[in-house]
């Protein structure tokens, strides 16, 4: 049976900009797109501000008074500008980085030195491990292998390491990877020409939009096409993603207008609310904490008849399936446990661990179940990226 595939959507809702991978009634994904000088991705010559060796880190100002966030491990491969580097560093030192992740709530936004550019296919990068070309774990061996001896990739990776991303997955031959490759490590070459020349502060390499992130990070195993209602993005990604075998659409309806269409208020709603409903009657109750992300399985109008185990069993195994789909569309991280409905046999269990496991593996973002604690409760882990969807429509962060 083939597979439904799904659609990007990019387009306006309330003065909000928004991407969003959907497929049938189901958000899989979204992003509300926020106006700002500091994009994750974007590299600059930041300066120290200041050292704490108590909690092992650098506070770098990359300008306007930005201060953010390096840890002190980091500090032995720093690209440092003003004077010859030794492995350490010292406030006033200017040195290359890139921002990693945006400020969150009291949390500073924090920067890397390992700077790298990212494309449809691949991840470039300056440093880390040259001379190793790592393959996503979601790939198989076939792949694994296929990509690592792809001469072209060797040659490259012998000043840089190279990350090959689960979309290179679809390509039905290389040169596109090598294309993309090429042209990524091309760009690092100039960036790190350019960064001893320019003054502090100065950011070298600004990331493309917000929605060209969005559909780069999706896996194109999972859309058929790109729609937007915006004439202007529309001119701007045609062209790039055209090259790349990605139809792209624009859509012109004004009697319907696309949001209305594909149902996005209600829909946007539903990914705010605490209660999810499950088609077999149950329902979930979705809580986010400052500590962790609290989900309860609850039973609701589902009929228990005679079978109780195997009705409750299948009502965890579907809400299983919400959970994975709620956690990344929501981008819920951190610690979540989840208190499914409770089952008696043990075979059950496991199995409903192995259906979660397996669910998570869907995931663009890192995620696995931990275990079972001794009261009954399912520990997952998510790891922590962008602000969570509840955040980003909010504008808390």
């Not at 590299?43 to 008074?65: D, W």
Request: proline share 3%.
């Amino acid at each position: 049976m083939t597979l439904q595939k799904g659609k990007i959507l990019i387009t306006k809702l309330n003065d909000r900009l928004y991407s969003l991978l959907i497929c049938g009634s189901q958000i899989l994904s979204i992003q509300v797109h926020r106006a700002t000088d500091y994009a994750v991705g974007n590299i600059y010559i930041g300066k120290v501000q200041n050292i704490s060796q108590n909690i092992g880190a650098a506070f770098i100002n990359i300008g306007s008074g930005c201060l953010t966030f390096l840890p002190l491990s980091e500090a032995k491969h720093a690209f440092i500008t003003n004077r010859k580097p030794d492995g350490c560093l010292k406030p006033g030192d200017e040195l290359l980085v890139q921002l990693a992740k945006e400020p969150m709530k009291t949390k500073l936004a924090s920067v890397t030195t390992d700077i790298s550019l990212s494309g449809n296919y691949i991840v470039a990068g300056l440093k880390n491990s040259p001379n190793t070309i790592q393959v996503s774990a979601k790939l198989s061996k076939k792949q694994h292998a296929r990509f690592r001896n792809i001469e072209a990739l060797q040659q490259l990776g012998a000043k840089n390491f190279l990350i090959i991303r689960t979309n290179a997955g679809t390509l039905q031959d290389d040169s596109l990877l090598i294309q993309e490759a090429e042209q990524l490590v091309r760009q690092l070459e100039h960036i790190k020409q350019i960064a001893a020349q320019r003054t502090c502060y100065s950011c070298l390499h600004h990331v493309k939009p917000g929605y060209m992130h969005f559909i780069e990070n999706a896996y194109t195993a999972e859309y058929d096409e790109v729609v937007t209602d915006i004439p202007s993005i529309y001119t701007e990604i045609e062209d790039s993603l055209a090259r790349k075998g990605i139809p792209v659409r624009l859509y012109e309806d004004t009697m319907l207008p696309l949001y209305k269409l594909y149902s996005l208020e209600t829909r946007i709603k539903e990914l705010l609310d605490k209660k999810v409903w499950l088609k077999s009657g149950g329902y979930l109750v979705i809580e986010p904490t400052e500590a962790l992300i609290s989900i309860d399985v609850n039973s609701g109008k589902c009929e228990q008849g005679k079978k109780a185990e195997e009705t409750f069993f299948h009502l965890n195994l579907e809400a299983a399936e919400m959970i994975a789909t709620h956690l990344r569309a929501r981008n819920l991280s951190g610690m979540i446990l989840v208190d499914f409905i409770n089952l008696k046999d043990k075979s059950h269990e496991k199995q409903l661990i192995e259906h979660m496991k397996n669910l998570l593996k869907k995931d663009n973002i890192t995620a696995d179940v931990v275990d079972m604690t001794g009261l009954g409760l399912m520990e997952i882990t998510r790891k922590k990226v962008n602000p969570s969807f509840y955040e980003q429509y909010h504008g808390k962060y």
